[in-house]
Nanobody, 125 residues
Framework: VQLVESGGGSVQVGGSLRLSCAASGYTLSSNSMGWFRQAPGKEREGVAAVYTGGGSTLYADSVKGRFTISQDNAKNTVYLQMNSLNPEDTGMYYC????????????????????WGQGTQVTVS
């Protein structure tokens, strides 16, 4: 399984970015995928996640109303649309996947995922 993130970059406060996570060797349907981020000196935190078999989503309180996770099963890709970005959103963003349906309260727990991408940097200033 390989997860490849793209779409990161530098953006001004209030700007938007869309991250992509292309999966190979892994089928999106009926599995769970998430986006996590880690800022320097901080622990990795869950940002948004989705059960790909039914569209159930979960967001961290800090991003609700600003970030949207979506999927394109035909492209085997999960997206994270990020709007109204602020400096607290700065960090390395990682895509993660696990080949089972996670209960919704586990969707943002990093240790539940066993496949990880290399990350894409997001800097908001």
């Amino acid at each position: 399984v390989q997860l490849v993130e793209s779409g990161g970059g530098s953006v001004q406060v209030g700007g938007s970015l869309r991250l992509s996570c292309a999966a190979s060797g892994y089928t999106l349907s009926s599995n769970s995928m998430g986006w996590f981020r880690q800022a320097p000196g901080k622990e990795r935190e869950g940002v948004a996640a989705v059960y790909t078999g039914g569209g159930s989503t979960l967001y961290a309180d800090s991003v609700k109303g600003r970030f949207t996770i979506s999927q394109d099963n035909a492209k085997n890709t999960v997206y994270l649309q990020m709007n109204s970005l602020n400096p607290e959103d700065t960090g390395m963003y990682y895509c993660a996947a696990v080949s089972r349906r996670l209960s919704w309260w586990l969707l943002l727990r990093a240790r539940e995922y066993n496949y990880w991408g290399q990350g894409t940097q997001v800097t908001v200033s």
